[in-house]
């Protein structure tokens, strides 16, 4: 049975992604390194899923497989439900540091390529590989390598583009969802931070040392779940409406993340007999909830034997971004955000989206606030910038690398 491929279905996939999240709240509660760096539980439960089907593949040459078809789905939702939490009022105290951390993103997005250009040069790739070792693969994520590798292999002529870019991705995947819960326990601790809003209500989850989460009925639930596909309707129609006028192609969750907070914010004025749903702890553990299952299901599918070819140049590299990351994250960033817990949270969610994902920023940042407290305001604007203006500085970046 050498090089069989077992794919596990659908609903399968799903109800086992349950199971991964678990494993990870129970390795958390059991694992005191875990809990006090700040590591997702999703992410604990998903590597160690993500390690055992490489195992299996080295004994038994058995490739498994999930069928990811339900994670997009869980996507929507923690993004509508980031921005039905959202106040206007914290969005225009957002302004500043929205401004810094998008003049910091395009400087970070350069500097990644450098160090990428660097390590190419030092094992004689090509100067394009430079972006499959920098912001295509770490910022840009698996999307962006599948998008760009065609031109890239066009250009050098050399086999194995989008391999190279995919591995990179994968690992950048893995290491940012351990750097950012470690950054933030030293700025909090060595800084002895506190939360800038310690009133504001949860924004995903309950902390850790949370006996119940009182409030949260039937009737809540049903609540929170029509606010979401409503906001999801909307947002879905909302970016249909955009690409069909402006020929912008937006990623889903983006018109649902900012129909949330227009109708958080326009549905009290017009409407204020309407129960709202903001800031309350049922919207808090749905959100939780999909976040962790999106979380665990993209862990958990990890192809790690796919990564066994890429030898040493991958490991140099990884290294050499990982140092840049944590180095901006805590020398610059945190800096110049005001060095307060906001600014801390949100060196966390950076180091997850410098080199992984949005919704590994997210876990990062959500993991710290279950611990320490809320940061209702990182929320808001790591989002903003990781999943919209992010995508923008990184296509220019690459084609400005490419023509080196």
Same mark, same amino acid.
Do not use: K, Q, S, Y
């Given at each position: 049975m050498d090089n069989a491929v077992l794919t596990i279905g659908a609903f399968e996939s799903t109800t086992f992604a349950f199971v991964v999240y678990l494993l990870g709240v129970q390795l958390t509660r059991r694992v005191a390194l875990l809990r006090d760096f700040n590591i997702p539980e999703p992410v604990s439960g998903g590597v160690l899923v993500a390690l055992a089907t490489m195992a299996i593949f080295q004994l038994s040459g058995i490739k498994i497989g999930f069928d990811l078809a339900a994670r997009d789905y869980f996507l929507l939702v923690f993004f509508s439900g980031i921005g039905l939490n959202a106040r206007i009022a914290d969005l225009m105290r957002g302004g500043r540091p929205l401004a810094i951390l998008l003049a910091l993103t395009i400087v970070y997005v350069l500097l990644q390529n450098g160090v990428g250009l660097v390590a190419a040069t030092l094992f004689g790739q090509p100067s394009e590989f430079s972006v499959l070792l920098g912001s295509a693969a770490l910022i840009g994520g698996h999307g962006t390598v599948i998008a760009w590798a065609p031109r890239i292999a066009e250009i050098t002529g050399a086999p194995g583009v989008e391999e190279l870019g995919i591995a990179m991705a994968t690992l950048g995947l893995v290491c940012a969802a351990l750097i950012g819960g470690p950054m933030a326990r030293y700025l909090i601790a060595h800084n002895r931070l506190t939360p800038d809003q310690p009133e504001a209500g949860p924004t995903v989850g309950v902390g850790y040392d949370a006996e119940a989460s009182p409030g949260i009925t039937h009737v809540t639930l049903?609540? #929170?779940?029509?606010?979401?596909? #409503?906001?999801?309707?909307?947002?879905?129609?909302?970016?249909?409406?955009?690409?069909?006028?402006?020929?912008?192609?937006?990623?889903?969750? #983006?018109?649902?993340?900012?129909?949330?907070? #227009?109708l958080s914010n326009l549905v009290p004025l017009i409407l204020p007999r309407v129960r709202q749903v903001r800031r309350t702890p049922t919207l808090a553990v749905v959100s939780d909830f999909a976040l962790g299952t999106f979380l665990a299901m993209s862990l958990m599918s990890l192809q790690l034997w796919t990564l066994a070819g890429s030898g040493l140049l991958l490991a140099t590299t990884l290294a050499l971004q990982t140092v840049l990351a944590v180095l901006f994250c805590i020398g610059v960033l945190f800096r110049l955000l005001g060095r307060d817990y906001t600014a801390a949270v949100l060196a966390a969610g950076f180091g997850g989206f410098a080199m992984g994902a949005t919704p590994t920023a997210i876990a990062n940042m959500t993991a710290v606030t279950k611990r320490h407290g809320p940061a209702p305001m990182a929320f808001v604007i790591l989002p903003l910038i990781s999943a919209f203006f992010a995508d923008l500085v990184n296509s220019v970046a690459i084609q400005l690398f490419l023509s080196i």
């Open positions: 049903m609540r #929170v779940m029509l606010w979401l596909h #409503v906001t999801i309707g909307l947002g879905l129609g909302l970016g249909g409406a955009i690409e069909a006028l402006f020929g912008l192609g937006l990623p889903d969750f #983006v018109p649902c993340l900012l129909t949330g907070i #227009v």
